[in-house]
């Protein structure tokens, strides 16, 4: 049976549970029509998922990854929330966390835009530094 050194769980629990710093980013929930139809004009093509109690994970990459990354016109940033509130798509319910794939851009404050999703970020945030594989293993 394989084992997980200890030093890796906790790292996914610092990840999931440890409170990261202030983060003054989010907008209002009684903005989120706004801020909805803000994205679907400049972005119509894709979904939005509106999240609250979010936090930005800057991710420790290799000059090698963040070459790649920025070749292929993202950057080391996600996005773990643990609260979905909707997602048009359907691919998650009101209730549960979700964590994004990598950032394309970030407007108005409060919209993480990713290579097929817009995550309407609501509320404060926080924002911590995470190892990429510790990332990886949530998904």
């Not at 409170?19 to 139809?37: H, M, P, Q, R, V």
């Not at 509130?85 to 919209?111: A, K, M, N, Q």
């Not at 999703?117 to 924002?127: A, E, I, M, P």
Request: some cysteine; proline content about 3%; charged content about 25%.
């Amino acid at each position: 049976m394989k084992t997980t050194p200890t030093s890796h769980l906790d790292n996914l629990v610092s990840a999931f549970n440890h409170e990261g710093d202030t983060f003054d980013a989010g907008c209002d929930e009684s903005d989120i029509d706004l801020y909805k139809s803000k994205c679907r004009e400049f972005l119509p093509y894709k979904s939005i998922c509106v999240v609250k109690n979010w936090m930005w994970w800057d991710l420790e990459v290799t000059e090698e990854e963040s070459n790649v990354l920025k070749q292929n016109g993202k950057q080391a940033s996600l996005i773990k929330a643990d609260t979905v509130i909707d997602d048009e798509s359907g691919r998650f319910r009101p209730g549960d966390w979700v964590r994004s794939s990598p950032l394309v851009s970030f407007t108005e404050c409060c919209i993480f835009e990713t290579q097929n999703t817009v995550y309407l970020l609501v509320g404060k945030g926080s924002r911590k530094t995470i190892s990429l594989d510790t990332a990886m293993s949530f998904f």
